[in-house]
């Protein structure tokens, strides 16, 4: 098991480019979540997944951003029309089914993103 | 809305020695959760200690033990034995054990950086 995996690891863009990040998580785990962490401040949540329903958004993912999982495996988060201020460290975490309210998560080393 | 608070930006502590990192938290909701988490310089958040708003006894896992304080609304973290491993960022987080949909959202404190000292 190599936990969570995020790629690319590093991201630089010019403003107004699309970017789009991969998730993969951990082989059996149906639940899977994306964050949002600047410099100097704590994870915000951005969105859930169980399988491949999304059945959580952050009124901070605005409509530039979207997210899939389409089988229910990998996740996609994708950036459109970037802007300086989405300059941060995107996290991906999953964490097994039927677990309940103390389940932890599983998190990935993140990208970083760079807008220009 | 529920909120974290961690009001010290930096630790330090020598090698060997005990320390406390400080988690006072905001919510109008009985049921809870509260989990510590350490992010080292490679960025990947490691779990490391959970309370519910309901246990009764105070969490301990290994080195680290929680001092859940439900009146004060304060979920303090302990690590004994301080190691040069230990250098990270530490974040509080908060869960709402929601009877409605069910939210499996996390709400995480500003962090708490520590640096041990050889």
């Known amino acids: 098991d190599t936990g969570v995996s995020q790629n690319p690891r590093h991201k630089i863009t010019k403003r107004g480019q699309n970017v789009t990040f991969r998730c993969d998580p951990i082989?059996?785990?149906?639940?899977l979540y994306w964050y949002r962490q600047t410099l100097g401040q704590g994870p915000e949540f951005l969105t859930y997944?169980?399988?491949?329903?999304?059945?959580?958004k952050s009124r901070l993912l605005s409509d530039r951003f979207s997210a899939e999982r389409p089988k229910g495996s990998f996740s996609t988060l994708e950036i459109q029309r970037t802007e300086q201020g989405d300059s941060a460290m995107y996290l991906c975490a999953s964490s097994p089914p039927l677990g309940g309210y103390n389940e932890k998560l599983f998190f990935g080393s993140g990208t970083q993103l760079s807008v220009l | 809305a529920q909120k974290i608070t961690q009001t010290q930006p930096g630790m330090f502590v020598q090698e060997k020695e005990a320390v406390t990192l400080d988690c006072t938290y905001d919510?109008?909701?009985?049921?809870?959760?509260l989990f510590w988490y350490k992010q080292p310089s490679s960025g990947e958040m490691i779990f490391l200690i959970y309370q519910g708003s309901y246990d009764q006894q105070n969490a301990t896992e290994g080195r680290y033990s929680l001092n859940f304080q439900k009146a004060r609304k304060s979920a303090n973290l302990v690590i004994s034995a301080s190691q040069l491993g230990d250098s990270a960022m530490y974040f509080c987080a908060m869960r709402i054990v929601d009877s409605g949909a069910g939210s499996y959202q996390l709400t995480f404190g500003k962090g708490t950086k520590l640096s041990v000292i050889p």
């Open positions: 919510t109008s909701d009985p049921s809870y959760g």
């Open positions: 082989s059996e785990h149906n639940r």
């Open positions: 997944f169980q399988n491949e329903a999304q059945l959580e």
